[in-house]
């Protein structure tokens, strides 16, 4: 728990000394450009304020994605070292389950990848090792991620991995996957096919679900980096429109009315 808890300080703290350069970047700038200089007394300190509220900003936004860089390379060290060996270690079980699961069904009938998987899923989800925050937060994203994006990435998993068997396709008129003979299933399954044997599905499976499901991670943790990079850039944004405000509308009209009653 502690070296986790090191990991995402380490990354918190690179990221914000770039948030931080990128602040004096931008205060420099500003700075430069007399940008924050107000002819009323009340404005023009409140106006400075703006140079805290620029530093701080920019150096939470660093912060933030430093520490959500760390938690993603945790959670795909995670889905590494256990979900995907997991999933390898009990693919013979699996696949016997999967054998008594097509027990029922018509030996003419159909099945999809869908259905295959659909139950599966529920046991791969990923127990905290301890009580810790990190621990129960990675678990937290590794299920979710799981539950919601996992059942697709298993169900792409099985579907690509059971093409290598063409004997046991059956084209689908429907939206679904590629359907499957039930009675060829029933055959490889159980590894009782002469020409046919499923087991090499319990490396392949693992492997192009553990692919498929770090897609879906880096998609989830693009959305986290997305949403700190919109939050920033509204309050820069915020700041430029007083800016534009200030130099274009107000400063111009005051200047207009002065030289009118000059006049």
Not at 216 to 231: E, H, V
Request: charged share 15%; aromatic share 10%.
């Amino acid at each position: 728990m502690f070296s986790l808890l090191v990991t995402l300080l380490i990354w918190a703290v690179v990221f914000g000394i770039l948030g931080v350069f990128f602040a004096l970047l931008v205060m420099w700038q500003i700075h430069r450009r007399r940008l924050l200089r107000r002819e009323h007394r009340f404005w023009n300190m409140a106006a400075k304020l703006f140079y805290p509220i620029v530093f701080g900003i920019c150096l939470l936004t660093g912060l933030m994605a430093g520490g959500l860089y760390g938690a993603q390379r945790q959670v795909h060290e995670a889905l590494t070292t256990q979900l995907q060996p997991a999933l390898a270690a009990r693919m013979p079980a699996l696949r016997v389950a999967l054998a008594e699961r097509l027990g029922p069904m018509s030996q003419q009938g159909m099945v999809t990848a869908h259905d295959l998987v659909q139950p599966l899923v529920q046991g791969l989800l990923v127990e905290p090792k301890s009580n810790g925050m990190f621990e129960r937060f990675k678990a937290k994203v590794v299920n979710r991620l799981v539950l919601k994006a996992g059942a697709v990435a298993l169900n792409y998993s099985v579907h690509k991995a059971l093409e290598a068997f063409p004997d046991i396709i059956v084209p689908s008129k429907t939206d679904e996957l590629t359907a499957f003979s039930v009675e060829g299933l029933k055959h490889v399954l159980i590894g009782s096919g002469q020409k046919l044997d499923f087991s090499p599905l319990d490396q392949t499976v693992p492997e192009i679900f553990g692919n498929a499901l770090r897609k879906q991670i880096d998609a989830q943790f693009s959305g986290f980096y997305f949403g700190l990079g919109l939050q920033m850039l509204l309050i820069l944004g915020l700041i430029a429109l007083e800016m534009l405000f200030y130099f274009r509308y107000h400063l111009p009209r005051k200047r207009r009315l002065q030289a009118a009653a000059d006049s």
